[in-house]
């Protein structure tokens, strides 16, 4: 079996699909994308899909190094998010040629579903309690929202308390039985993460995400040692190399790689096996399509550390098309008392409904994430 061919295709609200065909007539998808350079990482595909035309599509730890290691520079959300569309794909094709879901082919599934949670609110957090409560009406047992707006270096207490504010909302709406998890976003620097974790503690939250920027990471050193709150973070971090650091010093408590950015499902099935070394849970990043779900998934049926799931289904980037859009078979995802079954088809699970994407991709997107300002007319953090 060899490559012959491969197609992507821009779609809304701001995803890239993949699509790589082989003379077998077998194909797979992937979700290669960075949110908000889309186009970047689709010329970062088709200059590695270059070497990969003719070749054996089913040597994929091969090939994966290649991409890898061919190249001089390496790293990167472009080039890793790239590597991970094409991984994604070839692992699909992979199990559709043998028949069977991608999990069996990694040693088998150590579990039948995983827990998921919903988001509530958007990029400027308001009415989240009540929106907390329609979700767990829906049977979700977890929710994710964003703690702030844009905060300074050091600002003011108010702004602290208006997040105080909030996640008591949410908290008094939902009960003590759901899981609350607060994303920093990297838009709080390391004063105000110390002072709002200390402050977040009475609320038990489910975990604290991103409490600063990755660049930042020493400073995990200190809020993990002033908060018994889970700190959870990643998803701006691309390889096993970038992990490293912050498994070995005790950084964090929970990673959330994301399978579209970090190298696929071979990269981040290793990141989760090195987690589970240091005793550190694993929640994969995922506010994306339905291939990039799937990915999650595979990856999670068979890390014993891996205990709940992020989806994008009614999440507030999605305007104009949604998680299930782009699926012949919408029942894959059927979410049940907060748990989704992982897919047992061939390869990925899912079959993407290409009509779809072929419609969509005539429309396309430009997505592109807000620039925030403080008040004094410098750049925040979004």
Same mark, same amino acid.
């Given at each position: 079996?060899?490559?012959?061919?491969?197609?992507?295709?821009?779609?809304?609200?701001?995803?890239?699909?993949?699509?790589?065909?082989?003379?077998?007539?077998?194909?797979?998808?992937?979700?290669?994308?960075?949110?908000?350079? &889309?186009?970047?990482?689709?010329?970062?595909?088709?200059?590695?899909?270059?070497?990969?035309?003719? #070749?054996?599509?089913?040597?994929?730890?091969?090939?994966?190094?290649?991409?890898?290691?061919?190249? @001089?520079?390496?790293?990167?959300?472009? =080039?890793?998010?790239?590597?991970?569309?094409?991984?994604?794909? =070839?692992?699909?094709?992979?199990? #559709? /040629?043998? !028949?069977?879901?991608?999990?069996?082919?990694?040693?088998?599934?150590?579990?039948?579903?995983?827990?998921?949670?919903?988001?509530?609110?958007?990029?400027?957090?308001?009415?989240?309690?009540? &929106?907390?409560?329609?979700?767990?009406?829906?049977? @979700?047992?977890?929710?994710?929202?964003?703690?702030?707006?844009?905060? %300074?270096?050091?600002?003011?207490?108010?702004?602290?308390?208006?997040?105080?504010?909030?996640?008591?909302?949410?908290?008094?709406?939902?009960?003590?039985?759901?899981?609350?998890?607060?994303?920093?976003?990297?838009?709080?620097?390391? +004063? *105000?993460? #110390?002072?709002?974790?200390?402050?977040?503690?009475?609320?038990? +939250?489910?975990?604290?995400?991103?409490?600063?920027?990755?660049?930042? !990471?020493?400073?995990?050193?200190?809020?993990?040692?002033?908060?018994?709150?889970?700190?959870?973070?990643?998803?701006?971090?691309?390889?096993?190399?970038?992990?490293?650091?912050?498994?070995? !010093?005790?950084?964090?408590?929970?990673?959330?790689?994301? =399978?579209?950015?970090?190298?696929?499902?071979?990269?981040?099935?290793?990141?989760?096996? *090195?987690?589970? &070394?240091?005793?550190?849970?694993?929640?994969? %990043?995922?506010?994306?399509?339905?291939?990039?779900?799937?990915?999650?998934?595979?990856?999670?049926?068979?890390? %014993?550390?891996? /205990?709940?799931?992020?989806?994008?289904?009614?999440?507030?980037?999605?305007?104009?098309?949604?998680?299930?859009?782009?699926?012949?078979?919408?029942?894959? @995802?059927?979410?049940?008392?907060?748990?989704?079954?992982? +897919?047992?088809? &061939?390869?990925?699970?899912?079959?993407?409904?290409?009509?779809?994407?072929?419609? *969509?991709?005539?429309?396309? %997107?430009?997505? #592109?994430?807000?620039?925030?300002?403080?008040?004094?007319?410098?750049?925040?953090?979004?």
């Amino acid at each position: 079996m060899r490559i012959t061919g491969y197609q992507t295709y821009l779609v809304p609200p701001r995803w890239l699909f993949l699509k790589i065909v082989t003379d077998e007539g077998i194909s797979g998808w992937g979700e290669p994308v960075i949110e908000g350079r &889309a186009r970047t990482v689709k010329a970062a595909v088709d200059e590695l899909m270059g070497y990969l035309l003719g #070749k054996d599509p089913l040597k994929i730890e091969d090939h994966w190094n290649v991409m890898y290691r061919g190249g @001089f520079y390496r790293g990167g959300p472009i =080039l890793m998010s790239a590597i991970a569309g094409i991984d994604q794909a =070839l692992w699909d094709i992979k199990g #559709k /040629f043998y !028949n069977a879901p991608i999990h069996e082919l990694m040693g088998g599934a150590c579990r039948e579903s995983i827990r998921v949670y919903s988001w509530i609110g958007g990029d400027r957090p308001a009415d989240v309690a009540r &929106a907390a409560k329609k979700v767990v009406e829906r049977g @979700f047992t977890a929710v994710k929202m964003n703690a702030t707006e844009e905060l %300074h270096y050091i600002d003011s207490y108010a702004k602290v308390e208006q997040v105080i504010e909030r996640v008591a909302g949410v908290r008094e709406e939902v009960g003590n039985e759901i899981g609350i998890g607060i994303d920093f976003h990297g838009r709080v620097h390391k +004063p *105000m993460a #110390k002072l709002l974790a200390k402050e977040l503690e009475p609320f038990h +939250p489910m975990f604290i995400e991103e409490p600063v920027l990755p660049e930042n !990471n020493e400073a995990l050193r200190e809020i993990t040692a002033i908060t018994s709150i889970p700190i959870a973070t990643g998803e701006r971090m691309f390889s096993r190399w970038d992990f490293k650091t912050v498994l070995a !010093n005790g950084y964090c408590d929970i990673i959330q790689p994301d =399978l579209s950015h970090a190298g696929g499902i071979t990269e981040c099935k290793k990141i989760a096996a *090195m987690a589970e &070394a240091y005793d550190v849970a694993l929640a994969p %990043h995922c506010p994306l399509g339905p291939i990039a779900l799937s990915a999650c998934l595979q990856v999670d049926a068979t890390s %014993h550390n891996a /205990f709940i799931q992020e989806q994008s289904l009614g999440i507030h980037y999605n305007q104009g098309s949604d998680l299930l859009d782009y699926l012949v078979d919408q029942s894959v @995802f059927d979410y049940k008392n907060g748990y989704v079954k992982i +897919p047992t088809g &061939a390869g990925l699970g899912i079959e993407i409904n290409e009509e779809q994407v072929r419609k *969509m991709a005539e429309t396309g %997107h430009d997505w #592109k994430n807000p620039v925030w300002r403080h008040d004094d007319g410098s750049v925040a953090e979004w």
